[in-house]
């Protein structure tokens, strides 16, 4: 059981920048772990539930022009500790193919856990200490804080000792924020912090040079507009919402049906928030008439090359004023007005693409990616089970 703790204000702060600089489409949060803490770059994930941090020494011989991402020594961090296979904890988790253990003996617990793009890792669950940056008010004047570290013990996490897929570029893990039961949202609900965190996602082409932080804990951000967090048994991790309606320019989109968005009786489809995810994903027929009103509204020259994975490619040598806003509306009457940046990516020198891709398989969702929700405040509430956003600049 994770250990609470007890402060004037239950909000912790970790920076958090884009991975652009490294050629890489997530976000870093930069955690501190173990006992002395160090501090290692994890990729923020709303789409899985484990955190996990790498504990074997980097391939050297990988082909890279970014530094490996540091490591975790299990053996310089004195609050580690393994938990047993008999542990409630390890039963959240897939065993590997083969293993077994014992009620007489119970061994570590073994993962092997797995992510939609077919990456992997696999590990050790154990306990540890994990580290963050609090702001305590001193003195009687409103504004006056200081920041102290506080400690939050006993949160279970992965011990890594191998994994493999591309999407872990430069990273030294991932911080797993889903709705599961092992995630590090749920084992910080019952605590201070009260299952509640939030983020902002700096303009990706800002690189590392500009940062945001992560939050967990309540904030004082007001006037956020917020819309419901929808149950899916069938996939407890993610944070399914219920689209209502998507506007080009303040003009609907139509053609499109609520059950477009909508999870259907098997828990198949629906649309999930996703900040493991760097393009936002589509399925018919919402893709095609989104782009096509897209398409109608930007006034550029098409680019001669397109690639792969994407439909409409400009020529942005002159990038005209008057681009159009994407309008998400979501169950409640919330509204995402999206800027051009929010929804174009760069592909190439001078060449932007629609971040809009078709969901390709028969019972794929919709996904709401991170550049989609770059330069937003947004809060996840599991004990409202609700989501609110409102624009920021991320400073």
């Excluded at 407890?236 to 209502?244: A, K, R």
């Excluded at 019972?363 to 947004?378: F, M, T, Y």
């Amino acid at each position: 059981m994770i250990q609470d703790f007890q402060g004037e204000d239950p909000a912790l702060f970790s920076r958090l920048v884009s991975g652009s600089s490294i050629g890489s489409g997530q976000y870093f949060v930069e955690l501190r772990v173990g006992t002395p803490a160090k501090k290692f770059p994890l990729i923020i994930d709303t789409g899985s539930d484990l955190t996990w941090i790498q504990c074997n020494p980097p391939n050297t011989t990988a082909n890279s022009s970014s530094p490996p991402a540091p490591w975790y020594d299990k053996s310089s961090s004195s609050s580690y500790r393994e938990i047993p296979c008999t542990d409630d904890e390890c039963l959240f988790l897939p065993a590997p193919i083969g293993s077994s253990c014992s009620i007489k003996s119970p061994s570590p617990c073994d993962y092997t856990y797995g992510y939609s793009d077919q990456s992997r890792t696999t590990g050790i669950l154990a306990y540890e200490t994990i580290s963050m940056k609090s702001r305590k008010r001193s003195g009687k004047r409103a504004g006056n804080h200081k920041t102290r570290t506080i400690r939050i013990k006993n949160v279970a996490l992965g011990c890594s000792r191998e994994s493999v897929g591309a999407s872990f570029l430069g990273a030294s893990g991932v911080l797993g924020l889903g709705q599961g039961p092992i995630s590090l949202a749920t084992q910080t609900r019952h605590t201070a912090l009260g299952g509640i965190f939030s983020y902002c996602l700096v303009d990706y082409l800002r690189g590392s040079n500009a940062s945001s932080f992560l939050v967990m804990g309540r904030t004082r951000w007001r006037k956020l507009a917020h819309t419901p967090i929808v149950r899916n048994p069938a996939a407890q991790s993610f944070y399914y919402v219920n689209v209502t309606g998507v506007a080009v320019d303040g003009k609907p989109v139509d053609g499109i049906a609520s059950s477009d968005w909508g999870i259907d009786g098997d828990g198949n489809k629906g649309t999930i928030f996703d900040s493991g995810t760097t393009l936002s994903y589509l399925r018919e027929p919402a893709y095609s008439k989104v782009l096509g009103a897209l398409n109608a509204s930007i006034y550029l020259p098409r680019a001669q090359e397109i690639p792969e994975g994407f439909e409409l490619c400009y020529n942005v040598t002159r990038m005209e004023k008057g681009m159009p806003k994407l309008g998400v509306e979501f169950q409640g009457g919330a509204v995402m007005e999206l800027p051009w940046n929010n929804y174009m990516v760069l592909v190439a020198e001078n060449v932007q693409c629609v971040a809009l891709q078709k969901v390709t398989t028969t019972n794929g969702s919709n996904i709401l990616g991170n550049l989609l929700q770059q330069d937003h405040h947004i809060e996840y509430d599991l004990a409202k089970a609700r989501i609110g956003f409102k624009w920021s600049p991320c400073h």
